[in-house]
């Protein structure tokens, strides 16, 4: 059995006390307070991190009547989500969308997703303001589908930024001259507001923040246990270390692990980048050149003895 420990901490202080709402999307008639409607028929279904809503693809999306970022002339926006391998049915998914429907000129944020064939997906963060517009998207920095992934949004004096899992991947300039988004507005969960884009997958927490965040204020997600189990037990005892890693990667064997065991690294897409065997019980660990990996997530997957266990880290130089 999957073994998971998942922590979603908002981060207040006693010196931050910047309004933010937290919402768990966990049923199809209120959500944060605030009223839903639903198209298609998304469903409510158990997972691994509690209750969450599945998104088919085709025609369910969840309207909540609130614009959380109101008038705020800075933010940020944080999605805990469950994405498909739904190439090529949803390449583009448009899962978050905040806009007053009504707004002439259809200011918005938006938080996107891109699917590639290799099953893999990149992130597109969206804002139209009234005097500009920009897109935050690279096609190279790809991360693995199937899982829960963390994204985040910010936007500060003129600088929109995205990132994938606590780690910044684009930034760029956008200006707005009088409101980034009025104080009305709703925001749509698994489609574009106009019903299209359609998201494959789960959502499990949107926050939203009138402040722009740094990263250790995001909501800190610790999946612990296998990620790919496979029906197997979790390896124990292995650690892996520096994470983030910049050329030098090591992984460590307890000393109550196997001594036998097979280590791999993937790409996101399931492509094989390294692969040793460690048959020597004298050896506790091993050091793996990183050095020509380029920025972006991996998996690690440590084997011993027909158990298994598939770790991400970040490669960042």
């Not at 931050?16 to 009223?35: M, Q, V």
């Not at 614009?67 to 805990?80: A, Y």
Request: glycine share 8%; hydrophobic share 40%; proline share 5%.
């Amino acid at each position: 059995m999957t073994a998971f420990i998942f922590l979603l901490l908002p981060f207040m202080s006693a010196q931050d006390t910047a309004y933010y709402e937290l919402w768990d999307i966990d049923n199809l008639e209120n959500i944060g307070g605030h009223s839903v409607e639903f198209l298609g028929n998304p469903e409510v279904v158990n997972t691994e991190l509690g209750a969450a809503v599945e998104f088919d693809g085709d025609g369910d999306r969840l309207l909540v009547d609130a614009n959380p970022i109101g008038e705020s002339k800075e933010f940020t926006v944080e999605v805990i989500f469950w994405p498909k391998a739904s190439y090529p049915a949803n390449t583009e998914p448009r899962f978050i969308h905040i806009q007053d429907p009504d707004d002439p000129q259809s200011k918005r944020v938006m938080i996107e997703l891109r699917l590639n064939e290799s099953g893999a997906c990149y992130l597109d963060g969206f804002m139209l303001t009234d005097i500009g517009n920009l897109a935050l998207i690279d096609e190279t920095l790809t991360h693995p589908t199937e899982t829960w992934l963390h994204a985040a949004i910010t936007y500060k004096e003129g600088v929109f930024k995205t990132y994938m899992e606590g780690m910044e991947e684009l930034s760029g300039n956008v200006a707005f001259q009088n409101t980034i988004l009025g104080s009305d507005g709703k925001t749509s969960i698994g489609s574009r507001m106009d019903a299209r884009n359609w998201f494959n997958g789960r959502i499990k927490t949107l926050k939203v923040t009138r402040k722009a965040l740094a990263p250790e204020e995001f909501l800190k997600v610790s999946i612990a246990g296998d990620l790919e189990s496979d029906g197997r037990e979790p390896v124990r005892g292995f650690s892996l270390y520096p994470v983030p890693v910049d050329d030098l990667l090591t992984v460590s064997r307890g000393v109550s692990t196997p001594a036998n065991w097979h280590v791999k690294i993937m790409d996101p897409a399931g492509k094989n980048l390294f692969s040793k065997q460690v048959n020597h019980s004298a050896q506790s660990g091993i050091t793996i050149n990183t050095s020509e990996f380029q920025p972006g997530l991996y998996l690690v997957q440590l084997m011993s003895e027909g158990i298994s266990e598939t770790r991400r880290i970040y490669v960042q130089h």
